[in-house]
Nanobody
Framework: VQLQASGGGSVQPGGSLRLSCAAS????????IDWCRQAPGKQRELVAR???????TYADSVKGRFTISRDNAKNTVDLQMNSLKPEDTAVYYC???????WGQGTQVTVSS
């Protein structure tokens, strides 16, 4: 399985971005997928998680603003990010926790 993240960019506070994680491999739909982020000088943190059945969990800092979703037919997991704040600035990664597989990161910058 390989993971490919896309959709990052620069946005003003209050704006929105949608990240997408595309995966290869037939086992994708059977697995939990995470979106994580790493801000400068900080450790990576879990932002959102979606189970193979669609159950979701979120970090407290993004609840009500971010939504994770998956399309198993397309082998994608998206992260819709609304009401972005400067503290959301980070490199965002998708991750397959089953074997700790990480995709390459995509930069999100929130700044006025």
């Amino acid at each position: 399985v390989q993971l490919q993240a896309s959709g990052g960019g620069s946005v003003q506070p209050g704006g929105s971005l949608r990240l997408s994680c595309a995966a290869s491999g037939s086992t994708f739909s059977k697995n939990t997928i995470d979106w994580c982020r790493q801000a400068p000088g900080k450790q990576r943190e879990l932002v959102a998680r979606i189970g193979h059945g669609g159950s979701t969990t979120y970090a407290d800092s993004v609840k009500g603003r971010f939504t994770i979703s998956r399309d198993n037919a397309k082998n994608t997991v998206d992260l819709q990010m609304n009401s972005l704040k400067p503290e959301d600035t980070a490199v965002y990664y998708c991750r397959l926790p089953l074997n700790d597989l990480w995709g390459q990161g995509t930069q999100v910058t929130v700044s006025s």
